[in-house]
């Protein structure tokens, strides 16, 4: 099938995209790499009267430090992430996931800001944003604003923005300290959405092992990212030797609401879900051990 005909726009700054959303609402879709939106134009499960193209924009694209933490601009492709090290070393786990996000060619296209504004439960960027409790820098004609991960997702492929806001950088907090990170799915074949995934974050104490804080984030458990707040909940305070990975991913299954497809039904998702989290939990922890 081919898409139903549109307007197309290529603008050079975000004011002029943002005028673009305003003034044509609903009828207008913002177009980052495309990696998501064209194919659902192809197949017709989306129709827009026009296209605001974000891709010649400078100033959404960028990797910077910024008061403790890292800021990557919304049409930063995944490829830019995967291959920068201010990434690895201030955001660990954005870098971990970033390799599991389709196939090279889909990355060297694909853009961080699209794929959280796309809200896909089943991608890894809105999973990450929402376990490091990153902040989103959003544009419109009334100026800026900033919409927390845990306030943005809103339902299967729907978030807090309104039609002529556009998303223009994510802010990932640096964990300090003992700290691990790890990303664990499984998926059919390499480059499938993930049946079930997890992003695991885990900060211990300087003494005794104890868990200061953490965070786990499930990926293809309901219509919306999901984070585990009952595993979290149940492990901050405890020494590391006391906790159960095996607990956490139950715990943590627990949380979620996984849909029933032709992939898998709601019980094998859970069952999975709660063996990734058990996984990554463990690969995480023995991260922060080691310091």
């Not at 998501?36 to 193209?53: E, G, H, K, N």
């Not at 950088?169 to 993930?194: K, N, T, Y």
């Not at 885990?202 to 104890?210: G, H, N, P, T």
């Not at 707040?229 to 901050?236: C, H, I, L, P, R």
Request: hydrophobic letters at 50%.
């Amino acid at each position: 099938m081919k898409a139903v005909a549109f307007e197309y726009d290529a603008p050079t700054t975000a004011d002029e995209a943002v005028g673009l959303l305003a003034e044509h609402g609903d009828e207008a879709k913002v177009l980052a790499g495309g990696q998501s939106l064209i194919p659902m134009l192809a197949l017709r499960l989306a129709v827009f009267d026009r296209l605001v193209d974000i891709g010649r924009i400078d100033e959404l694209r960028g990797i910077e430090r910024r008061d403790g933490a890292l800021r990557i601009g919304a049409a930063t492709t995944d490829a830019e992430v995967e291959r920068d090290a201010e990434v690895r070393a201030a955001a660990p786990l954005v870098a971990r996931a970033t390799p599991l996000i389709g196939h090279l060619q889909i990355r060297n296209r694909g853009t961080v800001g699209g794929s959280i504004a796309h809200a896909d439960p089943a991608a890894e960027y809105p999973a990450v944003a929402l376990a490091l409790d990153a902040e989103l820098d959003v544009l419109s004609p009334r100026g800026r604003r900033v919409i927390a991960a845990r306030d943005f997702f809103t339902g299967l492929w729907s978030t807090a923005l309104a039609p002529d806001e556009l998303l223009a950088g994510v802010s990932f907090p640096v964990w300090s300290g003992r700290s691990g990170f790890a990303v664990e799915e499984l998926s059919r074949r390499h480059g499938d959405f993930a049946i079930a995934g997890a992003a695991v974050a885990v900060q211990l104490d300087d003494d005794q092992d104890r868990v200061r804080r953490c965070a786990v984030a499930l990926i293809g458990m309901a219509s919306v990212p999901v984070r585990a707040t009952s595993a979290e909940a149940a492990a901050v305070g405890v020494t590391i030797d006391a906790v159960d990975p095996a607990e956490v991913g139950r715990l943590a299954a627990g949380d979620a609401d996984p849909p029933s497809d032709v992939h898998g039904t709601a019980v094998y998702r859970r069952r999975v879900g709660a063996a990734v989290v058990a996984r990554a939990w463990t690969a995480a922890v023995g991260e922060a051990r080691s310091g």
